[in-house]
């Protein structure tokens, strides 16, 4: 079998004629940009007609490491192709090649093998390539040997065309290349089908391919100007006591963080303060970590774990020192942990300086700075720091007049195509191995956002070799191009969900420019490229009829990517589709698009290594699917339909992920009812993020539990349903999840009944490295001891429903890092941490809900919950009064729980949402000093609690469903609202004329209030932009003093007398919307 590579000789011409190797050129520093974009590699001179080059190139450094990963290394040069009827002036691409294991010897790879391998591997025999390598598999006494060489000569293919791109050609070399590229394609999926009956005539053997490593993040480079202005602020003398804070507040990679790390260095800056310090905040605000991170800043490395020790040495290294703080990437709108932060500093001398880096104006606002500095966009780099990099790169051997000059000269140049140019020098930056999963890329709609799934797509197309750790390899590439500005962060409202990225819309044009006619995006009827082999087809506009009729026209298909949107369609998949043209298939997902089942012919997609159905309404997949040996990744994931999964998938060994995840996990709506049975024979399987539990057969008393005991490997989630139906311990401990310990996420679920229930889950003790834990169904009296055990030290998040018969909550304080407890539904639980030793040390948010029994909270007044900053009471009717002050919360929710105490026992709260609960919950308004935030929805009151008006600080509130409430006071709101809502409010008959008094408001809200019969004067509400009024029929005109001049958004819904009166203002407001239309003038 090895001759079958190696003997192929050129006997019929290729479809096009490989061009003559390049014309003569001087070296070129590699970092020159060429004009097409390339990176030109470093040549000798050459003899005319395609001979030898004098001084054969060698490969660019970045691909001498890619060669070495594949175990090929050495001297890459065009040559005369000796095999081609004689002719001497059709190239080759010819190896010197040197074994990472010290092997020496020389190889080629030419244009005919690769194209000639894909016509016919035996053309004496007339066989095609299938035929022949059935032929061998017959009679082959070493598969794997034979295999092993293949591939070796398929990773040398790889590695010339990587390093091929790193040169220069002209217009004709480009299209050979091309042509080139195209043979390597298909020589792969001939060596896929090889290794396709290899699997299915020995489905216990495969083998796996090296990977490679990622480069580290470049450096920024700045704005001189920027830092030059900033830095006079700080340099001015400044005697007030306070700390002086100055925002620099921009969009997302504008420089924000660059400019910052200039200032901070910079010798003025050195000279004038005595501590300089650096403190990274991101998203997820830590204040003991941030306090670390300061504290290591000005100290060394710290070993404190008290936030309260942290705070006192950081006050006493401050104190009397000027000191300049840069808290970078600041996201927090809550006035408290602003305050938090800014304690320890208040010691330090006068002209102290503060500056934060944030997206968020709201930020900026809320810290009360005098001063707001935005980041200008440089025209010069359209607004983008890493172009300015690039050209740093390019012109960094100059001297700085030199390269001022020429950075002038070109950013002066009306070339177009120039910020294309300067983005592709980023591009070429990169680590060979990332730039076609960044090319993969542009098949992602610019709009659309995206997850790590996308390692999953990288891994089907090959661009991470398949070995057992592909998954962190993938993230690690993922990674960097975060890290280096390919990718972007998008900002993410609630803890609980995955982080979303997304490509700017330069980032994604560049994309698309490196990807060429590879890949595609289809939206609506039209020609596709004919090369193309990854495609979306977006179906918001887009008949499936035609869809189809366009999509088998494209027969090199790899990707093929279809999304409903947000919408769902309904879609069926013609057979003969899978027969034919989608037969080259990597990847199939199908998102959001409400198919009911796949046709049996998705079978003969033997090349498909990721089948992602997402959002649809699936009952049950094919067998046939358990003959794709290379499925990799089953995604199920929100398949709330599906049923069952395929008898046979335990012969699918290269399966590594199967998702089932639910966003919503209620065992009511989803229809899952067991599981294949031997999938524990799938050892290597990393995600299985559900699992059903049942019984074996009809006459068997026993459940399929065991099946988990070999899945070792399993990462991310399990949740673990149907619990009731196990026999007895000894069945349970059969699992073995202790031994799981790559899981992050594990949730154990009952849906009955079972008297041996406490033994069961004593035997079903997670991981120790778990961090987020739930249990739901649990019908024992007392919880397993490992429960309150201390070695879960990373345990964050626990979750405890429906326990209908424990009477005592187990000993939850002695986990050292738990910051969510959620309780819910503990039918028989009256009190609540009755031992003094309780103090929930890390402790941050704690939910009691459907507790009616609950009556009693206990702790002690010193200790007790001293991280608490969030608390929500969710229907415990008889809760009563804490027995000690929670100092540190911060957010409260309470609803329907008439005897929970009045809010003056939380006096540092920021944030209070009151739910159908009793009036005497507001108690004294006085001692509420700190709330900003404020939401009364379904009280029973016909007027606004007194004193509500004196909250100065309060700038959000929200009056939703109060059904009974007529009035409001004429001296109310308070005067610093920005922000105000009445909703649903049908007994309201006028807003008070103290509206006119809120200077600050920017956003009003009135809905569905029936007897509103007119709005009050609005003319001095000079911050007002937004306002909305729906539903409110009986108001019959606008304010008679008109609208506030900055108002740029109105919209009148369902109120027809003012609707017909705001038709006239359209000129005047930028956005006027009547009726869930806008006005165009």
Request: hydrophobic residues 35%.
């Amino acid at each position: 079998m090895v001759a079958v590579w190696h003997s192929l000789r050129c006997s019929i011409p290729p479809s096009r004629p490989p061009p003559t190797a390049m014309a003569t050129s001087p070296p070129r520093p590699l970092h020159r940009l060429p004009s097409d974009g390339g990176a030109r590699s470093r040549t000798g001179e050459h003899r005319q007609g395609g001979s030898s080059l004098k001084t054969p190139p060698s490969l660019p450094p970045t691909a001498q490491r890619e060669a070495r990963a594949t175990g090929i290394y050495g001297s890459f040069s065009f040559d005369q192709n000796p095999y081609c009827n004689g002719c001497s002036t059709h190239p080759s691409l010819r190896f010197s090649r040197e074994s990472t294991d010290g092997g020496r010897g020389k190889g080629e790879v030419t244009y005919e093998h690769t194209r000639e391998a894909v016509r016919s591997l035996d053309q004496e025999k007339g066989l095609n390539a299938m035929e022949l390598l059935k032929k061998k598999l017959e009679f082959a006494c070493d598969i794997d040997n034979e295999g092993q060489k293949l591939m070796s000569n398929m990773e040398m293919i790889q590695a010339v065309l990587r390093g091929g791109e790193k040169m220069k050609f002209n217009d004709e070399q480009r299209l050979w290349f091309s042509d080139l590229k195209d043979a390597g394609y298909d020589a792969m999926d001939v060596l896929d089908e090889y290794l396709y009956e290899v699997q299915r005539h020995q489905q216990h053997e495969g083998s796996m391919c090296n990977g490679s490593t990622s480069l580290p993040p470049i450096s920024p480079c700045g704005r001189e100007n920027d830092q030059e202005r900033i830095v006079n602020m700080l340099l001015q003398r400044d005697l007030k006591p306070n700390i002086a804070v100055l925002p620099i507040l921009g969009e997302a990679y504008i420089g924000k963080t660059t400019v910052a790390q200039l200032i901070i260095n910079d010798k003025r800056v050195s000279r004038h303060f005595d501590v300089r310090i650096w403190a990274h905040v991101s998203p997820d605000f830590n204040i003991k970590r941030i306090s670390a991170s300061i504290l290591e800043s000005i100290y060394d490395k710290s070993h404190y774990d008290n936030l309260d020790t942290l705070q006192k040495h950081i006050q006493k290294r401050l104190r009397g020192k000027r000191f300049l703080l840069v808290l970078d990437d600041y996201w927090t709108e809550n006035w408290h942990d602003w305050e938090e932060v800014k304690r320890p500093l208040l010691k330090a001398s006068a002209g102290s300086k503060v500056i934060v880096t944030t997206r968020s104006g709201a930020v900026a606002k809320l810290l009360g700075m005098d001063l707001t500095l935005k980041m200008e966009v440089l025209q010069k780099c359209n607004g983008v720091p890493f172009i300015a990099a690039s050209l740093g790169h390019r012109l960094h051997q100059k001297d700085k007049s030199k390269w001022v000059a020429i950075l002038q000269e070109e950013i002066c140049d009306a070339n177009p195509n120039y910020f294309i140019r300067a983005r592709q020098l980023s591009y070429a930056q990169l680590h060979s191995h990332l730039k076609p999963c960044f090319a993969y890329c542009s098949i992602i709609p610019r709009e659309f956002q995206f997850e790590e799934w996308l390692i999953k797509h990288w891994m089907a197309q090959g661009f991470i070799q398949s070995k057992p750790d592909a998954v962190a390899t993938g993230s690690s590439y993922f990674r960097t191009l975060f890290e280096q500005s390919f990718f972007q962060r998008e900002l993410v409202h609630h803890s609980g969900e995955r982080h979303r990225y997304s490509m700017s819309r330069m980032m994604h044009e560049l994309a698309l420019h490196v990807s060429t006619d590879e890949c595609y995006i289809l939206g609506s009827p039209g020609e596709v490229p004919e090369k193309v082999r990854h495609l979306t087809v977006l179906l918001d506009e887009f008949a499936s009829q035609n869809m189809f009729e366009t999509i088998s026209q494209c027969k090199h298909l790899h990707t093929l990517l279809v999304t409903g949107g947000n919408a769902g369609y309904e879609l069926s998949i013609p057979k003969n589709l899978l027969n034919s043209t989608l037969k080259k298939l990597r990847l199939l997902e199908l998102d959001n698009i409400e198919i009911t089942k796949l046709p049996k012919s998705i079978g003969n997609l033997i090349h498909l290594r990721c089948l992602m159905l997402q959002g649809s309404k699936i009952r049950k997949l094919p067998e046939s699917i358990c003959s794709l040996y290379n499925l990799q990744t089953l995604c199920l994931r929100n398949c709330y339909d599906l049923e069952k999964l395929p008898r046979r998938i335990k012969y699918l060994h290269k399966l590594r992920h199967i998702d089932l995840h639910l966003d919503d996990p209620s065992p009511d709506i989803h229809g899952l009812k067991d599981m294949p049975v031997d999938i524990g024979l799938l050892t290597d399987l990393q995600t299985l993020s559900r699992f059903v539990t049942s019984k074996r057969n009809i006459l068997d008393n026993h459940s399929n539990i065991k099946e988990l005991d070999k899945l070792d490997n399993l990462c991310g989630e399990l949740l673990i349903s149907n619990l009731h139906v196990v026999k007895d311990a000894q069945e349970a401990a059969q699992a073995h999840l202790a031994s799981k310990q790559f899981l992050q996420k594990m949730e154990l679920s009952w849906k009955g009944n079972n008297k041996q229930a406490e033994q069961i889950l004593e035997q079903l003790k997670p991981p120790s490295g778990i961090k987020e834990l739930t249990i739901s169904g649990y019908t024992g009296i007392s919880c397993p001891i490992w429960l309150g055990s201390e070695s879960y030290t990373n345990l964050v998040t626990l979750s405890l429903y429906h326990f209908k018969s424990c009477t005592v909550v187990p000993s939850l304080w002695l986990l050292p890092l738990l910051e969510n407890l959620h309780i819910k539904g503990w039918d028989a639980l009256v009190k609540f941490c009755g031992s003094s030793s309780a103090n929930f040390q890390a402790l941050k948010k704690l939910h009691f809900e459907r507790m009616d029994s609950l009556k009693q909270w206990d702790g002690d007044e010193r200790s007790a919950f001293p991280a608490l900053t969030e608390l929500v009471v969710d229907n415990c009717p008889m809760l009563e009064q804490p027995s000690h002050k929670l100092r540190s919360l911060t957010k409260i929710t309470v609803e329907g729980s008439p005897k929970f105490p009045g809010l003056q026992n939380f006096p540092s709260l920021t944030s209070a949402n009151i739910i159908a609960s009793g009036e005497f919950i507001w108690g004294s308004w006085r001692s509420l000093s700190c709330l900003t935030s404020i939401t009364l929805r379904k009280l029973p009151m016909e007027h606004i609690p007194p004193g509500l008006g004196r909250l100065r600080f309060l700038r959000h509130l929200e009056i939703i469903r109060c059904e009974q409430l007529v009035s409001m006071p004429e001296d109310w709101p308070p005067c610093n609202l920005t922000r105000f809502s009445v909703k649903h409010c049908p007994q309201l008959l006028q807003l008070p004329n103290g509206l006119q008094r809120l200077r600050e408001l920017e956003d009003m809200e009135v809905v569905g209030c029936g007897k509103l019969t007119c709005l009050p004067e609005m003319r001095k509400l000079t911050s007002l932009e937004r306002l909305e009024i729906s539903e409110c029929g009986s108001i019959q005109s606008l304010p008679s003093k008109g609208l506030p001049k900055k108002l740029q958004f109105l919209s009148v819904n369902k109120c027809p007398w003012l609707s017909s009166r705001c038709m006239v203002l359209g000129s005047t407001i930028s956005s006027l919307w009547i009726d869930g239309e806008l006005i165009r003038y």
